[in-house]
């Protein structure tokens, strides 16, 4: 199925499985809630604020500092360490394109091997650090918090310790 549809119609197709089924494949994803189980409402939620992004760019809007419709549910964030850092930051952090980011970063981490995870993950870097400047925008207006790049999120080795 995820040969033929596209991303929209999988967001669609997994929020309307049963909520056993959902939650099973977020535990999978290491998308869970405070016990430590899977959330599939929190992945329900981040399959569409991912796909809102990637119609966005799709359809070549501005996104640059763009206040996101469709934005992350901070509640869902808490019990996952690595994004908890997204839930006590500014508000832009979240309705930006940064928050967005950290998902697709945390997906890759947990459902892709470490070199694709570094190479999605340097590719970005690589536009935000060369692409950006010149044309007078800035981080901030993305929603990117001061030093984002320590974050462990960011960082391939604190993943490996933390996540296996």
């Known amino acids: 199925m995820t040969e033929v549809l596209d991303f929209g119609g999988i967001s669609t197709l997994y929020s309307g499985l049963k909520r056993r089924d959902r939650d099973e494949i977020a535990g999978d994803l290491g998308v869970v809630d405070s016990t430590g189980a899977g959330n599939g409402s929190a992945l329900a ?63 890759l981490a947990e459902s892709a091997d ?4 570094q190479r999605w993950r340097d590719h970005l870097i690589d536009l935000l650090i ?10 901030n ?18 993943w490996q310790s933390a996540v296996r």
């Open 130 to 139: 060369t692409v950006l400047p010149p044309t007078g925008r800035s981080l």
């Open 114 to 117: 470490a070199n694709t995870w």
């Open 45 to 107: 939620n981040w399959l569409q604020v991912i796909n809102y992004l990637r119609n966005v760019c799709a359809h070549h809007s501005r996104l640059w500092n763009r206040n996101m419709d469709v934005q992350i549910a901070s509640k869902h964030l808490g019990p996952i360490e690595l994004l908890a850092p997204l839930r006590t930051g500014a508000t832009t952090q979240l309705s930006r394109v940064f928050g967005p980011l950290c998902l697709v970063l945390f997906l």
């Open 141 to 158: 207006e993305m929603g990117f918090p001061p030093a984002w790049c320590d974050w462990s999120l960011w960082r391939w080795r604190d």
